[in-house]
């Protein structure tokens, strides 16, 4: 079946640091692409979507592009800040979730 | 507020106890969901409702019984649950559920534990 495969976290960085969190699915055709985010106590929030291959999506800063010939949807900011610290999900649109990479943002 | 309303925020129950879960969206979706969300596991899909009429239950114990009286109102009556019952329970909703181009917006979950 499908699945979506995120890397561990947490991910700990210092603010302006780049950011880079992989994301790689599996699926029969080629699906939406979604990532998510939660922030403490919150549920979660569209972040930014892609629904077909080398489209990129963008949202405050935050990219990824769908790649089909890998089956990758990896998130990336150039600079992050205090305030991206979050849990941040990647997924599909068949509701397949991946399991949550925290990002932690130290000043 | 995303548009997507959850209460309570927080419960504690027993394991004999019944209690339920409200979920309220006003933003003309015709699709809503139950996940669940524990540490360091893939959110669970629950159960799905599509115009009031329910369109999957992922094998999930009798003892989560979901209710949908209309396309902004959806329910989740607990009964008899166990410890490790004990997670965030998110609710989402969308306009379609075999169309999610625009995604699923979801509410701020209710924090459930089991004692």
């Known amino acids: 079946g499908d699945s979506v495969t995120q890397m561990e976290g947490p991910v700990t960085l210092s603010e302006e640091a780049f950011l880079t969190i992989n994301c790689t699915y599996t699926a029969t055709g080629y699906p939406s692409l979604f990532w998510y985010v939660q922030y403490p106590g919150e549920g979660l929030q569209l972040l930014l979507k892609?629904?077909?291959?080398?489209d990129k999506g963008s949202n405050k800063g935050f990219e990824a592009t769908y790649r089909k010939e890998t089956t990758s949807f990896h998130l990336e900011k150039g600079s992050v800040q205090v305030s991206d610290s979050a849990v941040y999900f990647c997924a599909t649109d068949k509701l397949i979730f991946g399991t949550g990479t925290r990002l932690q943002v130290f000043p | 507020e995303t548009g997507v309303t959850q209460t309570p925020r927080h419960l504690v129950m027993g394991m004999t106890n019944k209690k339920s879960l409200k979920c309220e969206q006003h933003l003309g979706h015709n699709a809503m969901y139950w996940y669940k969300q524990s540490a360091k596991k893939p959110l669970e899909l629950m159960f799905v409702?599509?115009?009031?009429?329910?369109?999957e239950n992922n094998s999930v114990p009798s003892r989560f019984s979901p209710e949908c009286p209309n396309s902004s109102h959806l329910f989740l009556h607990l009964h008899t649950l166990q410890p490790e019952d004990s997670a965030l329970y998110l609710c989402?909703?969308?306009?379609?559920?075999?169309?999610?181009?625009?995604?699923?917006?979801f509410g701020s979950g209710t924090r459930l534990t089991v004692v």
């Open positions: 892609a629904t077909k291959a080398d």
């Open positions: 409702y599509n115009f009031k009429e329910q369109t």
């Open positions: 989402a909703s969308s306009d379609d559920p075999t169309e999610t181009n625009y995604g699923y917006t």
